[in-house]
Nanobody, 121 residues
Framework: QVQLVESGGGLVQVGGSLRLSCVAS????????MGWYRQAPGNQRELVAI???????NYADSVKGRFTISRDNAKNTVNLQMNSLKREDTAVYYC???????????????WGQGTQVTVSE
């Protein structure tokens, strides 16, 4: 089995910073893309940042210049450093990864359970 476990969410004031971490555990042979999504109440889940196995990184326009995604392939982890947080960043943040469990096998999409980020005045 494969699990993605997030940590690092919480309550922070406008302008503050938080760092989210996600680790993939279980039967993980390789990971292609790994990233972060978020969902605010009443909204659809949206991409925040994603890092591919080839090193390509993409950010949502709303977080460019404020958020930084980093990845440690040896540890199957992905982090999201969030600076200059705004109220509109308030959401549940989900880790996502395309994971293959054995050599030559298919990649399946996995999600973490989500971690709440609340930005207050």
């Amino acid at each position: 089995q494969v699990q993605l476990v997030e940590s690092g969410g919480g309550l922070v004031q406008v302008g503050g910073s938080l760092r989210l971490s996600c680790v993939a555990s279980g039967r993980v042979f390789s990971i292609n893309a790994m990233g972060w999504y978020r969902q605010a109440p009443g909204n659809q889940r949206e991409l925040v940042a994603i890092s591919t196995s080839s090193g390509t990184i993409n950010y949502a326009d709303s977080v460019k210049g404020r958020f930084t995604i980093s990845r440690d392939n040896a540890k199957n982890t992905v982090n999201l450093q969030m600076n200059s947080l705004k109220r509109e960043d308030t959401a549940v943040y989900y880790c996502n990864g395309g994971i293959r469990q054995y050599n030559g096998g298919p990649y399946y999409n996995y999600w973490g359970q989500g971690t709440q980020v609340t930005v207050s005045e």
